[in-house]
């Protein structure tokens, strides 16, 4: 549980101010990487494999990671030769399904949830541009969440999304998959675009809405190194309020499967509070529903590219409480993705 506001939370004249991510309009002036799926194709065969991956298996993460100095932030890569396109994915609107209805007319409420704020703001996508492309579906058998490439091997997700597919110590339960750029059934880029999970690592299995809501996992094949991947940043709360970060995920809402993008930009973040493993629940007015849960919160740096700050972990619904979206973050996210990338990737 949260412990309250924590006690970075202070003097804020007695540090040099944290360097901003871009604005939405400067980051769309930039424009994204594109290629097309016979051009990532190619780059499989530019570079291959070098051996089969070893599965690591379920790993609970202790908290001697975070003993060393914090890490403040990892650079995006991405490949060299793709070209640039200016502006963001393009939106195919928000087609909602048609919600089922009872003999008498009254609607059937589904399981899911959905939180919006203020009016829609989330927009369907369908591109091979990175790094929409980057971000994919995450499959358990059980359900499906959203995960997005943050090393060669290694995505990130919420812990909840892949609770019941490792035991610490034992291997990966069931069968669980990653598509990248999943769309109706199938990655933009092509069939062959699905990888194995082979390994899990997380701070803990079972995880409500926490800042430590997160996890990393392990794919039999090196995705990164042909699509390119995000890098990550500890939150700082220099940041309080700046409508500069974006979101994607794979809401159950907004299409007929759940297999369907969206994406929102200029989401701020409000509030943060400290968690355990040095982590943060980092509180936004985010449009989410169930299926997005995983999916990244990331900005963009002059210098360091794209680079993720949270994960979704889900809704903040406590009674009588100001209702949020929530990412989990903070330093515990950073030392999580670095260790991915140490071991995996």
């Known amino acids: 549980m949260a412990t309250g506001r924590s006690d970075h939370d202070h003097d804020r004249t007695t540090r040099e101010r944290a360097e901003e991510p871009l604005t939405v309009d400067q980051e769309l002036e930039l424009g994204d990487r594109q290629g097309e799926p016979d051009w990532f194709d190619l780059n499989r065969l530019r570079s291959p494999a070098e051996r089969e991956a070893e599965p690591s298996g379920s790993v609970g993460l202790g908290e001697e990671l975070l003993r060393d100095e914090m890490v403040h932030s990892v650079d995006e890569w991405t490949p060299e030769n793709s070209r640039t396109i200016i502006g963001g994915p393009r939106s195919l609107g928000v087609h909602r399904p048609r919600m089922l209805r009872r003999f008498n007319g009254s609607p059937v409420e589904p399981a899911n949830f959905t939180q919006i704020y203020d009016g829609e703001s989330r927009q369907v996508y369908s591109t091979t541009a990175a790094p929409w492309v980057r971000i994919g579906q995450l499959d358990t058998g059980r359900g499906k969440g959203s995960a997005t490439l943050?090393?060669?091997?290694?995505?990130?997700?919420?812990?909840?999304?892949?609770?019941?597919?490792?035991?610490?110590?034992?291997?990966?339960?069931?069968?669980?998959?990653?598509?990248?750029?999943?769309?109706?059934?199938?990655?933009?880029?092509?069939?062959?675009?699905?990888?194995?999970?082979?390994?899990?690592?997380?701070?803990?299995?079972?995880?409500?809405?926490?800042?430590?809501d997160m996890a990393i996992c392990q794919l039999d094949q090196p995705f990164g190194r042909w699509l390119g991947y995000f890098g990550y940043r500890t939150y700082d709360?220099?940041?309080?309020?700046?409508?500069?970060?974006?979101?994607?995920?794979?809401?159950?809402?907004?299409?007929?499967?759940?297999?369907?993008?969206?994406?929102?930009?200029?989401?701020?973040v409000h509030d943060d509070d400290s968690d355990s493993y040095d982590t943060l629940e980092l509180e936004t007015r985010a449009d989410i529903a169930s299926g997005q849960s995983g999916g990244p919160l990331w900005g963009r740096w002059t210098n360091g590219g794209r680079q993720v700050i949270g994960t979704l972990s889900g809704r903040e619904d406590n009674f009588a409480e100001e209702k949020n979206s929530l990412f989990a973050g903070g330093n515990g996210l950073s030392r999580l993705c670095r260790w991915g990338r140490d071991n995996w990737g």
Do not use: K
């Open 150 to 212: 943050i090393g060669e091997s290694t995505i990130l997700t919420a812990s909840h999304v892949v609770a019941n597919s490792w035991s610490p110590g034992g291997p990966v339960i069931g069968n669980v998959t990653f598509t990248p750029g999943m769309f109706d059934g199938t990655s933009v880029l092509g069939g062959s675009w699905t990888a194995n999970v082979i390994g899990i690592a997380a701070w803990e299995q079972f995880v409500g809405q926490d800042g430590y």
């Open 237 to 268: 709360d220099d940041w309080e309020d700046l409508h500069v970060w974006n979101h994607a995920g794979y809401p159950y809402d907004l299409s007929a499967t759940g297999q369907r993008p969206c994406f929102e930009l200029g989401i701020s």
